[in-house]
């Protein structure tokens, strides 16, 4: 089934940001723009004042460069805090380490917790498996030098969004198979998970997911480039692309959210179908007439929703005692 107009489909307090958002066909010859536009996220001297932001070097995976992470902390907490490891979005192509630092200060003083995000290599220039190692290589420094930014190890919880969050998925997964650190759990926004979701015949598509913000055509040049081949070819790693593991028992206990009109959705619900299925205490939100990415626009009630369920997750997971 050809994909169809959703914008009926829109949660009306979403629709004026639609004129906002110029349609970009991401290409070898159009990435260097995409990624020099950033996304409007205003700063707060406020924030600055009352957080604690600290750049390390993590030595890197074997014959790789180091890996930049990013710390922050409420200046007022003492003491080790629980943690959120972060890897941020951008469709493995884009994306910053400091994108998300307005967000990110905020959540630190809301969750008294610590945050660590991690700048890892993009594809095409760096394919798999590079980004989803450097991760590794954060985690692994962050596990060995715990007491730099001031975080208790045994509380440490994945996060990411879009393909940050596909990347804290695999990072997931092979924290599990490797079994040398543990995560408290994951918290996945809208992840990226299934590079089958845009190889699929046309007539197989969900028919009003993917118009807005991340398209199928976008989602094809994001997974060739992390892959170095089209998607959708056997024998693709779960460590790239997490729908395609064979079990996904014992991961540690998950928040998935997703909007209705995102072309992730159905993916992220057979991945949430499948952790209950095996056992992982999952908990799932769905907003309807919300497209990708639609909770960073300020002032609409459905962003706000979700940004407090996130908030409230986020804080039973860091102390669920």
């Not at 759990?185 to 991340?214: C, K, N």
Request: charged share 20%; net charge negative.
């Amino acid at each position: 089934m050809a994909q169809r107009s959703s914008r009926h489909l829109v949660d009306p307090q979403l629709l004026p940001f639609l004129e906002l958002l110029p349609p970009t066909d991401l290409s070898d010859a159009t990435i260097a723009e995409a990624r020099a536009r950033a996304w409007p996220i205003a700063p707060d001297p406020d924030l600055d004042a009352r957080v604690l932001v600290q750049a390390f070097k993590a030595p890197g995976p074997a014959g790789a460069p180091e890996v930049g992470v990013v710390c922050y902390r409420p200046r007022a907490a003492s003491g080790a805090l629980p943690c959120i490891f972060h890897i941020h979005g951008g469709g493995y192509v884009s994306g910053t380490v400091e994108g998300q630092a307005p967000v990110h200060k905020a959540m630190v003083l809301e969750l008294d917790c610590a945050l660590v995000t991690v700048d890892y290599r993009l594809a095409p220039e760096t394919p798999f498996p590079g980004p989803v190692e450097d991760c590794y290589a954060a985690l692994a420094w962050l596990n060995a030098h715990a007491d730099l930014p001031g975080v208790d190890r045994s509380r440490i919880g994945v996060m990411g969004e879009s393909a940050g969050g596909g990347l804290a998925a695999a990072l997931a997964l092979m924290v599990r198979d490797r079994g040398e650190f543990r995560f408290a759990f994951q918290h996945l926004i809208y992840p990226m998970l299934d590079d089958r979701t845009s190889a699929a015949a046309e007539d197989s598509l969900h028919p009003y997911a993917g118009e807005y913000v991340w398209t199928h055509a976008n989602n094809r040049y994001g997974w060739a480039s992390l892959l170095g081949h089209p998607p959708g070819r056997e024998g693709v790693s779960p460590y790239a692309a997490p729908a395609r593991a064979e079990s996904l028992a014992d991961l540690p206990p998950t928040f998935i959210s997703t909007g209705s009109l995102d072309l992730f959705l159905e993916e992220d619900l057979e991945y949430a179908r499948r952790l209950l299925r095996e056992g992982v205490p999952t908990e799932l939100h769905v907003y309807p007439g919300g497209f990708h990415a639609f909770d960073f626009f300020p002032g609409v009630d459905l962003s706000s929703r979700a940004v407090r369920d996130s908030r409230a997750a986020l804080k039973r997971a860091l102390r669920p005692d």
